[in-house]
T-cell receptor, first 115, second 113 residues
Framework: GAGVSQSPSNKVTEKGKDVELRCDPI?????LYWYRQSLGQGLEFLIY????????KSGLPSDRFSAERTGGSVSTLTIQRTQQEDSAVYLC?????????????FGEGSRLTVL | AQTVTQSQPEMSVQEAETVTLSCTYD???????LFWYKQPPSRQMILVIR??????QNATENRFSVNFQKAAKSFSLKISDSQLGDAAMYFC??????????FGAGTILRVKS
């Protein structure tokens, strides 16, 4: 597709369950970001992938959160043993390379609700 | 660590009027990028305007312009001739080469008809 694609658009789960959120970046983009946005709040950085470099995981809130990026393209954000405070919109963004224009292209997000 | 501060949680403007959104940031670097992103209710983040720190000239995109004060580490967004479609949440963001984009907390802009 032409833009960043995220799935699912909405996910409702029960506390304690694991969830996987998927991000399909724009083809050829080497940088990929995950952000979390709680209701009416700003964007909280989670993790950043740049090419083949080791990812910057400094924003992951706990060891229940992990992310991988396979083949330098699709990324999956996994949240284990979900808690109610994990409820938020998870936004993915990609960029050709951050040293160029610096513009990030965002997906529409995955809204996670933990009951 | 770099921080971005937006001190106005919410702003209102009358249609066709001008409004300015404030942003300050903290960095020890001399070369970086600054951005304003718009997030309408649809959730899709859209780039409004970009400023490169080494450029002294303020960036302009149609009705949107910035006032970039590098020494003061200030980066405000001016929206002229405000339209109903400008209503959204606006985020100021900072990017250092090869690093992550850091966002401010956002400002909700309401446009009154």
């Amino acid at each position: 597709g032409a833009g960043v694609s995220q799935s699912p658009s909405n996910k409702v789960t029960e506390k304690g369950k694991d969830v996987e959120l998927r991000c399909d970046p724009i083809s050829g983009h080497t940088a990929l970001y995950w952000y979390r946005q709680s209701l009416g709040q700003g964007l909280e950085f989670l993790i950043y992938f740049q090419g083949n470099s080791a990812p910057d995981k400094s924003g992951l809130p706990s060891d229940r959160f992990s992310a991988e990026r396979t083949g330098g393209s699709v990324s999956t954000l996994t949240i284990q043993r979900t808690q109610q405070e994990d409820s938020a919109v998870y936004l993915c963004a990609s960029s050709p390379w951050t040293g160029n224009t610096g513009e990030l292209f965002f997906g529409e997000g995955s809204r996670l609700t933990v009951l | 660590a770099q921080t971005v501060t937006q001190s106005q949680p919410e702003m209102s403007v009358q249609e066709a009027e001008t409004v300015t959104l404030s942003c300050t940031y903290d960095t020890s670097e001399s070369d970086y990028y600054l951005f304003w992103y718009k997030q309408p209710p649809s959730r899709q983040m859209i780039l409004v305007i970009r400023q490169e720190a080494y450029k002294q000239q303020n960036a302009t995109e149609n009705r949107f312009s910035v006032n970039f004060q590098k020494a003061a580490k200030s980066f405000s967004l001016k929206i002229s001739d405000s339209q109903l479609g400008d209503a959204a949440m606006y985020f100021c963001a900072y990017l250092e080469y090869g690093n992550k984009l850091v966002f401010g907390a956002g400002t909700i802009l309401r446009v009154k008809s």
